[in-house]
């Protein structure tokens, strides 16, 4: 099980005992703001290993049934366009004969056929659905219904007037899952080139680095992800596609980031939170564990808001008592940080640069 915290990610290793490591979000996005956050996303988040194509989309479909397996252990999967589990009927190679898979982003809204082996292939765009809905929704946005054409129970298929006082044809998925839809859109716009949407795509999104999604989709996928905030199951999606491609959704796991971006804050710094000050030196904030140093950071100190402030501390297994370590007294290169704090235990790898 891995729990992951706005500034310091910790996985679980053992009973008592937990590995602590940079975040790339506290790497590279602290101190900047929107189009600036956006583009540490970009740079740091895309996938490392894709799904390859298959015949009958087999490979696809087996890191699916994994990816979103239910706790049930009977083989079930959870669709996402209906909050149910469902157990498939596999043909002789394999491919589930009851089920589909939507693309969040369909393939239809890019002009690059270049798309279909990375952004069509990323799992955090790639849900499991009934067929009906493969089948309706195509390549239409996803967006609130306000004149339904057809209600399964779950998804509402109809239109929605989001583009001035046009009525636009679009899908509804339930409200369970609203927010977890946002967040991989808003993953999908930060990670690939902002220039391949055209059709549907171009009604929903721009063609810049930033913000490129339209103002009345910030509006709408905004109040997709304040209504339905992240949850341990989405945390778990994020786990188990990490697995396979190397990747995380950094919305899953800093839901906070998309304020910073298109929301609240937008145009406000990040990470500017208050740090407790230096013992040694009361002018001094003490700033989190990150992963990269440098030597106009000073010093690194051994603070985390996820480590009890009397743990004990060593760095390449040598004891140390201060609670600051100066960059010029650390060798350049990587380090092994390493604490105790009563049974609780963790580790943390830093790589200084001079």
Not at 92 to 111: A, M, T, Y
Request: hydrophobic share 35%.
């Amino acid at each position: 099980m891995n729990t992951r915290f706005c500034g310091i990610a910790v996985a679980a290793i053992t009973a008592g005992s937990v590995m602590i490591y940079g975040d790339a979000i506290d790497d590279y996005a602290v101190g900047r703001k929107d189009a600036a956050i956006k583009s540490t996303v970009k740079s740091h988040y895309r996938p490392h290993n894709y799904v390859t194509e298959s015949h009958n989309d087999i490979n696809l479909w087996q890191s699916l049934l994994k990816v979103d397996a239910s706790d049930n252990d009977d083989g079930s999967v959870l669709n996402r366009y209906a909050t149910t589990t469902v157990t498939p009927a596999f043909d002789s190679q394999g491919v589930p004969l009851n089920l589909g898979f939507d693309r969040i982003v369909p393939p239809e809204w890019w002009k690059s056929s270049d798309m279909m082996t990375s952004a069509a292939m990323d799992l955090y765009n790639i849900v499991v659905c009934d067929q009906e809905l493969m089948q309706k929704r195509k390549s239409l946005p996803l967006a609130d219904v306000t004149n339904v054409e057809s209600d399964n129970g779950f998804w509402r298929y109809g239109t929605s007037p989001l583009y001035g006082s046009e009525k636009i044809q679009c899908i509804e998925p339930p409200a369970e899952y609203k927010g977890d839809f946002a967040r991989a859109l808003m993953y999908m716009v930060s990670v690939y080139p902002p220039s391949i949407w055209q059709g549907w795509g171009d009604v929903m999104l721009l063609g810049n680095e930033y913000p490129t999604m339209r103002d009345h989709t910030v509006t709408l996928y905004l109040k997709w992800h304040y209504d339905d905030p992240v949850s341990p199951l989405e945390l778990q999606r994020n786990d188990r596609i990490e697995a396979i491609q190397g990747n995380r959704n950094p919305f899953v796991d800093h839901p906070e980031l998309i304020d910073y971006i298109w929301g609240r804050k937008a145009g406000e710094i990040y990470g500017t939170h208050e740090a407790p000050v230096d013992p040694d030196d009361p002018d001094r904030k003490r700033t989190p564990l990150k992963g990269n140093y440098t030597a106009a950071d000073g010093a690194v100190d051994l603070y985390s808001p996820y480590v009890p402030d009397d743990a004990e501390w060593t760095i390449d297994l040598q004891p140390v008592a201060e609670k600051s370590l100066p960059i010029d007294d650390i060798a350049a290169g990587r380090h092994e940080l390493r604490y105790t704090a009563g049974d609780m235990k963790g580790r943390l790898i830093i790589n200084i640069t001079k």
